[in-house]
T-cell receptor
Framework: ETGVTQTPRHLVMGMTNKKSLKCEQH?????MYWYKQSAKKPLELMFV???????ENNSVPSRFSPECPNSSHLFLHLHTLQPEDSALYLC?????FGQGVYREKLFFGSGTQLSVL | GIQVEQSPPDLILQEGANSTLRCNFS?????LQWFHQNPWGQLINLFY???GTKQNGRLSATTVATERYSLLYISSSQTTDSGVYFC??????????FGSGTRLLVRP
């Protein structure tokens, strides 16, 4: 248990569906992240939020829409996805946003395995 | 951008054996972290080690920032050590760059 909880664990959706991924951290951290892990590719950073403000949007298509209502919760809203969006989506958090967001240990959730049909 | 290379890409060990995993990076970094991803996808932070040596049980890590590499040592390996080991570095920007990982299988 890392203190970062993701739901659902698995998700199958059609290309016309709308769904949301949820992440909750119980560590009192101020920064939260979404990563995408595709087969045979390194982890790709999608979004970073610090103190509920987005500080990174790493050229992610608009069919992915993040939301951070408070420092403990992070959502990823999905709509009109493509089959190539099938991947493991990982949420992470870190304590601070000092001089560099990543100068802190990252704690990951278990991920949501997404399949787009 | 900075390049992160891990070796070997795959490793098979007999339970009880020792191993060394390597992470090379192409430029100066401010930080380096090692992660273990278990077969169910969970990523666990093993070490936050921008320089020097740290130990945690059977695992230890050494980063030589001036020579742009880090090593992860696993001693007396167990089947639960199986999975993928990633190193990740951040440079002058705030992006954390992950390597492609070393896939480890420990056989009983």
């Amino acid at each position: 248990e890392t203190g970062v909880t993701q739901t659902p664990r698995h998700l199958v959706m059609g290309m016309t569906n709308k769904k949301s991924l949820k992440c909750e951290q119980h560590l009192g951290h101020n920064a939260m992240y979404w990563y995408k892990q595709s087969a045979k590719k390194p982890l790709e950073l999608m979004f970073v939020y610090s103190l509920e403000e987005r500080v990174e949007n790493n050229s992610v298509p608009s069919r992915f829409s993040p939301e951070c209502p408070n420092s403990s919760h992070l959502f990823l809203h999905l709509h009109t996805l493509q089959p190539e969006d099938s991947a493991l989506y990982l949420c992470a958090s870190s304590q601070g946003f000092g001089q560099g967001v990543y100068r802190e240990k990252l704690f990951f959730g278990s991920g949501t395995q997404l399949s787009v049909l | 951008g900075i390049q992160v290379e891990q070796s070997p890409p795959d490793l098979i060990l007999q339970e009880g054996a020792n191993s060394t995993l390597r992470c090379n990076f192409s430029d100066s970094v401010n930080n380096l972290q090692w992660f273990h991803q278990n077969p169910w996808g969970q990523l666990i932070n093993l070490f936050y080690i921008p320089s020097g040596t740290k130990q945690n049980g059977r695992l230890s890590a050494t980063t030589v920032a001036t020579e742009r590499y880090s090593l992860l040592y696993i001693s007396s390996s167990q089947t639960t050590d199986s999975g993928v080991y990633f190193c990740a570095v951040d440079d002058s920007s705030y992006k954390l760059i992950f390597g492609s990982g070393t896939r480890l299988l420990v056989r009983p």
